[in-house]
């Protein structure tokens, strides 16, 4: 708790290397994140925004790519999802976001999330 603000750890692997990644009230942000347990899927449940890494369109040995990330998303069900942590081998982002489901968006530098 920090104050009346519960912060929820949560940890996934970021390829074999365990990392934490944070839920706050109904926002949560995972980046480095290769696979999670079912357990810590749980903490996930009923989020507005989720900002989660989907660093390119092939497969990386540490990081979600953009099928793994969606994936994710459709098993989580956010009501809003931003990627971040992504590379230039993803793509433009004009271009990606017109393949991305309604509601999944491109993180970008100067963006403000207000849940």
Do not use: C, W
């Amino acid at each position: 708790m920090i104050d009346e603000l519960q912060v929820i750890p949560i940890e996934v692997m970021h390829g074999n290397l365990p990392v934490t990644a944070y839920r706050i009230q109904d926002f949560a942000y995972l980046t480095d994140v290769k696979s999670i347990s079912e357990i810590e899927k749980n903490k996930l449940k009923n989020l507005e925004v989720l900002v989660v890494n989907a660093l390119r369109i092939d497969e990386h040995p540490t990081h979600f790519n953009l099928n793994e990330a969606l994936k994710f998303v459709e098993e989580i069900k956010p009501k809003k999802t931003y990627f971040t942590h992504i590379s230039h081998k993803l793509g433009f982002h004009n271009e990606v976001s017109k393949i991305l489901p309604e509601n999944v968006y491109l993180a970008f530098d100067g963006l403000k999330i207000v849940v």
